[in-house]
């Protein structure tokens, strides 16, 4: 059985109290989606201003009624206050602050309540606060210093979400134009979150206290960022607070799947009726799963529509190209309104081409902040940071030194700007995050990593360390997302979707699409990598390149079909948000374009041949002759980005060889020496 009981309260026979506008509201449109049939399905019971002993009964009794398959969640709406001893008590209607051991209901006698339940799965939702400063225009809820996540989450199977930490407040609307009442901030993203179906992270069709927190997390670090809601429990494993009806594919549009589960008829029409007006294979995939759903009116609307192709043409993604460097040597970067590219030591404007600025750069990597106004670039010990209206210089950020010799690193900002990533070869990786005008270091907890990928519009970044563990992350709180995992054969490189939701696993041979949410695989591309930083995804998250051996290959991430091959060698490649360009380095550090209009590339002169393929220079290795046998002296060495593979050489032949160029193949006294930048 299902049991939710929702506790509100916002009128106070104590002065002491200030009265609330939202905690009604807030049961009442919690209520009315938690009841749902086709959401939350749950036996809802609503107890609005009642004082403290009813309400102390009715709780003891919910949880002492409960079976050991039940599924008990608790919502407590008001003020949250703390007595001299800083134990936690939630105010009723006839709450004293001058007498609250016995006219509240105290966090305590809640878990104790919560442990001799043989109920084996129990949520809580707080929507008080615990004390701390607030911004203008919102109403503090409590006042005082109390972490109910300490005092509820040692409980036995219990799963706690909380509006705010212990140093904050939860916050309502402030009202003050029109006084009309609104749900909480934290409420309002429950609610939503859970009857539009977005909070389904996954697309999995289920909605758990994992998604949940995930996005009230991210909806209110945008609405109200002083308020920070936390999570804490011991419960194995997620547990499913809703469903979304039908399942809808990945990939869809937030702004769709809002419509297509509006609870407003006429909204879910207009959602048909823009699926209908779209040709992409993923909107197709979401029209027949409403037409086989549970929603009648829904199933027949879509059902009536004609059927999409499941393929787009097999055109190619990029009609031309362009080299714009013959060597740069770092990974490049667009702006996010794509009229700027970072990319050897300038600044490109991406319809001149023309160099912008009078800042020299000298960084092997370059990012841009997400509101365009930032520009940082790799410089040992960290990245120096530029402003794109004035190009002066505004500061640098350095790492703690490891002892380790200089050496070259990528760069990423987190989705909100605020969390600056590098991430280096062989090194754990270092983030800096912004705290009022300053960058502050803070250590991630990780060993040595081979390539680490951020996502551009979520709080998510991946990592994959030298002895290929994969790890998901959250960037705002710096902590792990599920378990990490090793793939076989090991993986290669990662990356995330823009959204965060997919991650890209590539080893030599094929490319893994996992959902980050339960790992399930979603879809295996026969593509490999031959670079740590052989992915990447489009800004849109409809394309993903694969950087191997034969080439790089362009993919539709929906349809799982490859667009187009690109004979060349590249790595760091990088895609315009706008979809317009696609950058990337090729093995001898040139800067290459592509472009789906050649006309946008029309400035730049004609290019020369693409550099080949690692397996066509494999065939011409083969076709000159390899040596019968490896001579007595061999030796590998890694340093400053180059793998030497010496076979029967001196130092002076292999210092000879690297003074006349990289990348080639020499032939000595019938031995063979090959230089591959890494």
Request: a negative charge; hydrophobic letters at 40%; proline letters at 7%.
């Amino acid at each position: 059985m299902r049991t939710a009981l929702l506790i509100a309260t916002d009128t106070y026979t104590d002065p002491t109290f200030r009265a609330l506008r939202a905690p009604a509201l807030d049961a009442v449109e919690l209520d009315r989606v938690l009841a749902d049939p086709a959401i939350g399905e749950f036996r809802t019971e609503v107890l609005l201003n009642r004082p403290a002993q009813e309400v102390r009964q009715r709780v003891d009794e919910v949880f002492a009624t409960a079976g050991v398959e039940d599924l008990v969640l608790l919502y407590l709406s008001g003020h949250g206050v703390k007595d001299q001893t800083g134990a936690l008590h939630f105010a009723a209607t006839d709450t004293r602050h001058d007498l609250l051991p016995s006219t509240s209901v105290s966090a305590q006698f809640v878990r104790q309540v919560i442990d001799r339940s043989r109920a084996s799965r129990v949520v809580v939702w707080l929507d008080c606060c615990y004390g701390g400063a607030f911004p203008s225009g919102m109403t503090p809820r409590a006042g005082g210093d109390v972490d109910v996540v300490e005092q509820l989450d040692d409980g036995r199977g219990c799963v706690v979400m909380t509006a705010s930490t212990h140093i904050q407040y939860a916050y309502e609307p402030d009202g003050s134009v029109h006084d009309e009442a609104q749900p909480s901030v934290f409420t309002r993203a429950i609610v939503e979150g859970l009857r539009t179906g977005a909070a389904d992270l996954d697309g999995d069709g289920a909605i758990t206290t994992r998604d949940l927190y995930a996005y009230v997390y991210e909806r209110l670090r945008r609405e109200s960022p002083d308020q920070t809601p936390t999570t804490s429990g011991v419960v194995a494993g997620d547990l499913r607070i809703a469903r979304v009806g039908t399942p809808l594919p990945a990939g869809l549009p937030d702004e769709l799947r809002r419509l297509v589960r509006s609870a407003d008829p006429a909204l879910r029409e207009e959602g048909v009726r823009l699926l209908r007006a779209r040709t992409d294979p993923v909107s197709a995939e979401a029209l027949r799963m409403l037409a086989a759903g549970e929603d009648r009116d829904l199933a027949v609307a879509a059902g009536a529509m004609p059927s999409l192709p499941t393929d787009p043409p097999p055109s190619p993604v990029f009609a031309g190209h362009a080299q714009l460097l013959r060597y740069a040597g770092g990974a490049p970067a667009f702006s996010p309104d794509s009229s700027l590219l970072a990319a050897g030591v300038t600044v490109w404007d991406t319809v001149s081409w023309r160099s912008v600025g009078p800042v020299r750069l000298d960084g092997n990597s370059f990012a841009f902040s997400p509101d365009g106004r930032l520009l940082a670039v790799d410089k040992h010990p960290g990245a120096s940071l530029y402003s794109t209206a004035s190009w002066t210089s505004q500061g640098q950020v350095a790492q703690p030194s490891d002892g380790h010799l200089p050496s070259t690193g990528r760069l990423a900002f987190s989705f909100d700007g605020r969390t600056l990533v590098r991430w280096r070869f062989d090194r754990p990786p270092t983030l800096w995050v912004a705290v009022e005008d300053q960058w502050q270091h803070r250590p991630l907890h990780l060993g040595r990593v081979l390539s680490a990928h951020v996502a551009a519009t979520a709080p998510r970044m991946v990592t994959l360390t030298v002895d290929s563990e994969v790890q998901v992350w959250n960037t705002s709180t710096r902590r792990p997302i599920g378990t990490a995992f090793r793939t076989d054969p090991p993986t290669r490189a990662v990356a995330l979707s823009p959204d965060g939701k997919l991650l890209a696993a590539a080893n030599a041979t094929q490319t893994s699409l996992l959902r980050t949410g339960d790992r399930s695989v979603v879809t295996t591309l026969p593509g490999g990598v031959w670079w740590q930083d052989g992915l990447a995804f489009s800004a849109d998250g409809r394309l993903l390149t694969t950087a191997g051996r034969d080439g790089v290959r362009v993919w539709s991430v929906p349809t799982g079909r490859l667009r187009q091959t690109i004979d060349t060698e590249l790595r760091d490649v990088v895609f315009s948000p706008d979809g317009r360009l696609m950058a990337g380095v090729t093995r001898n550090g040139g800067v290459w374009l592509w472009a789906t209009d050649p006309d946008d590339l029309r400035p730049l002169p004609a290019p020369p041949p693409l550099p080949p393929t690692a397996a066509l220079r494999e065939e011409k290795l083969d076709a000159a002759g390899r040596p019968a046998s490896v001579g007595a002296v061999s030796a590998f060495a890694v340093g400053f980005g180059l793998v030497l593979l010496i076979a029967g050489l001196s130092w002076v032949t292999a210092a000879l060889a690297l003074a006349v160029g990289l990348g080639s193949a020499f032939a000595v006294g019938g031995t063979v020496l090959r230089v591959l930048t890494r």
